[in-house]
């Protein structure tokens, strides 16, 4: 699969789990927020979707795959350690530059999207508080 199709799949997945969010009343605040490093200006770290439901700063990461073509490796596990510590990085830095302070109540999340193309359907799955020791902060 080219660079180009996955990018339009990723784009896909984060529309259906906006949608998702906005029925399941969550306030979308925030989208593809991301944090580069001061030394290389190299992006370090995103999160796709930033939204509050009721008093909650909910941090979203969509992963998105098709039907065809299942990965062996089920897109949950690419949520691996050096990735959570990116997210709780990246979340971090949203609270601090909106002035919040880093004990509001927050959690981070994880939706899985898989498009079947062919039947122009996606099924999501919604992890909630997906990373737990984001909240022991």
Known sequence: M???S???????????ALKYLQKNHYKILDRNFYITSRLTNKKIGEIDIIARYKKIYVF???????????PLVPLEAKINSPKKKRLIRV?????????LPLT??????????TLDL??????????KNAIEDFNLK
Not at 6 to 16: A, C, D, H, N, R
């Open 91 to 99: 979340a971090e830095n949203w609270l601090k530059q909106h002035k």
């Open 118 to 127: 062919n039947q122009k359907k996606a099924y999501l799955k919604h992890y």
């Open 60 to 70: 979203i990461e969509v992963k998105s795959k098709t039907k065809i073509g299942r």
């Open 2 to 4: 080219s660079q180009n």
């Open 6 to 16: 996955t990018t339009k799949i990723g784009q896909i997945g984060e529309m259906v």
């Open 104 to 113: 509001t109540p927050r959690q981070i999340d994880i939706i899985i999207i």
